[in-house]
């Protein structure tokens, strides 16, 4: 025992060691949730920089489809006075064609300096079929493209890095449209994003060169430059099946009425041109990457206090600009005190003018010994697009008188060589006992009777059950398809748990969204069909194939129909009831397929 606790603390001292040692080496790497795949697999991959970066260039992938990304998230910490960054870069791509292929290195310029991250290689076997540009002239689009198109646009064209600028996307038709599906969501390569719920799809009327047009607001996103240059914002794709009645026809009613054809269409916004503007310099020493109209306030929750009791110090920064992206303020805390990382708060929303609220940062500090103490003033400067200069915010000095313990904690003392070597006596240290000590038998001993040996012939008949149980587990698991299905009605109630709560809180969209993926999803798991082969055909046929009435099959289709269509018009049910049905779809298929 004591020869593996010895191996156990060598083991973490050098993992500590080496974790001590990289977090000191700036490191670019980039991986992938999957190296090999088959076409029509999604995959995920990431580059990640454990520093604050001066200019991202991500590879170009040329080889794969891209289904989402760059998409970016920051992580900070504090750790002894000094703030550290990891900022990852990720990708969703899927598989189009067969081979092994090379996604080059990206590119990152660090206080003028540039690093490269690894490649990566991906091997990719047949799966799916999958068409490798859906704009190619296999696409079905209808000679009537005309009449539907997605328009994109932007507040303004010319931004300083960090300034916020607004997205936004609009749907103009003239044609019935029926379903819809998103093709590629627009690449914001080089901008931090966050999305504005515009709730559901509200329908206006405009007179364009003489005809009336549909025009719904379909998306609108927050964006903040991350680097300066030229950005482009790559279109937006969607495909939609729209209804267009025309006359003619065998029948009758045809003749009469027209008859109503169904057409596809792939529709793309056109790309937006960025001009990013670069921080003048000289930057100030506090500044922080923070852009907009910003404040600052401190707060502190005692300023006179006994030795080892705990002060909360809060930092809050409102306004509005990136709040989510600003770094943690720099404080110069006395170094007779102990600091703890500061909890980080965001109250943010955003909005039609980007990004506002506040954001917290509380500090956690333990005075060691008594003394009178002075934080220094706190400075925190920002750059105003506005003015286009920097604005510095400076907060008053903090003063603590820290009073002796009382007695009642640990106390704590210092040698006059230095502050810093402090010593905490009555918990660390146990004094010997010198004194005789005194044996006494138990009378309630377990040894030598029935009960252990009992114990003894039970143990191995209990490893024997265990065993077989484990290997009856194991086989049962063993068939990835057979326990997603028998888990997808499980996970189907969690998707429309969630849908119920977008539906209490009345965000329509969410909640169509969230039940079109709980039926889709469960389809999906339950008759073991890829992601790539999701289509209502194969699941119409699959269904079948598994002798699932008619009615419960159409009853699907339509209840997914109409999610997709609510998100961009009225529809004549409530969502009580779509929900209702969409539960009641689950539960009669779970009982059709076994």
Request: glycine share 6%; aromatic share 8%.
């Amino acid at each position: 025992m004591k020869r593996f606790t010895t191996y156990l603390l060598l083991l973490l001292a050098f993992t500590s060691s080496g974790i001590i040692a990289i977090a000191q080496d700036i490191k670019v790497t980039a991986a992938a949730s999957h190296y090999d795949v088959a076409t029509g697999d999604r995959f995920k991959i990431e580059f990640r920089v454990n520093s604050n970066i001066d200019n991202f260039k991500p590879p170009k992938i040329s080889d794969f489809r891209v289904l989402s990304g760059p998409n970016q998230s920051t992580s900070m910490s504090w750790v002894n006075g000094k703030t550290s960054a990891n900022i990852s870069y990720s990708y969703i791509l899927m598989a189009v064609k067969e081979g092994s292929f090379t996604i080059p290195a990206a590119e990152v310029t660090i206080d003028g300096k540039k690093y490269q991250s690894n490649t990566i290689e991906i091997n990719v076997s047949k799966g799916a079929n999958v068409q490798n540009n859906p704009n190619s002239n296999n696409a079905t689009v209808t000679k009537n493209s005309g009449d539907l198109f997605i328009k994109s646009s932007v507040n303004k064209t010319t931004v300083y890095q960090g300034e916020h600028l607004v997205a936004t996307y609009q749907l103009f038709t003239k044609i019935n449209i029926a379903a819809n599906e998103m093709v590629k969501n627009a690449d914001l390569n080089g901008f931090w994003s966050q999305e504005i719920n515009i709730g559901q799809a509200q329908w206006t009327q405009e007179i364009i060169n003489g005809e009336r047009w549909n025009i719904a607001t379909i998306r609108k996103i927050v964006l903040f430059p991350q680097r300066s240059g030229e950005l482009e914002i790559d279109p937006l794709e969607m495909r939609f099946i729209t209804q267009k009645r025309v006359s003619g026809g065998q029948s009758i009613f045809d003749q009469f009425f027209g008859q109503v054809v169904e057409e596809e269409h792939i529709v793309k916004s056109k790309p937006i041109k960025i001009k990013v503007l670069p921080h003048p310099a000289p930057k100030p020493d506090d500044f922080v990457n923070a852009v907009g109209q910003l404040k600052m306030t401190t707060d502190v929750s005692a300023t006179e206090v006994k030795a080892n009791e705990a002060i909360n110090i809060k930092v809050t920064i409102s306004g509005t600009g990136n709040l989510p992206l600003i770094d943690n303020p720099q404080i110069n805390f006395p170094k007779e005190f102990e600091i703890y990382d500061p909890k980080v708060t965001d109250n943010t929303k955003t909005g039609n003018n980007g990004v506002s609220g506040s954001k917290e940062y509380n500090y956690l500090v333990i005075p060691r010994y008594q003394g009178n103490f002075t934080i220094e003033p706190i400075t925190f400067s920002y750059f105003n697009p506005s003015t286009k200069k920097y604005e510095t915010i400076t907060s008053n000095p903090i003063v603590l008188k820290i009073n002796k313990g009382d007695g009642t904690e640990n106390n704590v003392t210092y040698t006059a060589a230095g502050k810093e070597d402090i010593k905490i006596l009555g918990e660390d240290i146990r004094y010997i006992h010198t004194d005789t000590p005194q044996f006494v038998l138990n009378a309630n001993n377990l040894y030598n009777t029935w009960k252990f040996y009992a114990l003894l012939l039970l143990a191995p008949l209990l490893f024997i059950i265990a065993f077989i149980l484990r290997n009856k587990t194991r086989a049962a698991n063993s068939d990835i398809a057979r326990v997603k299905s028998r888990k997808a009605g499980k996970l189907a109630s969690k998707l429309l748990s969630s849908a119920k709560k977008s539906l209490a809180a009345n965000d329509k969209n969410a909640f169509y969204e969230a039940t079109s993926k709980a039926l889709f999803g469960y389809v999906g798991d339950k008759l073991n069909i890829a992601v790539a082969d999701l289509t209502q055909e194969n699941i119409k046929s699959s269904l079948a194939a598994k002798d699932v009435d008619d009615n419960i099959i159409n009853s699907l289709i339509e209840t997914i129909d109409l999610c997709d269509m609510a998100r961009f018009a009225p529809v004549p049910v409530s969502e009580q009831e779509v929900y209702n049905k969409a539960e009641n779809i689950i539960q009669q298929i779970e009982k059709a397929v076994a």
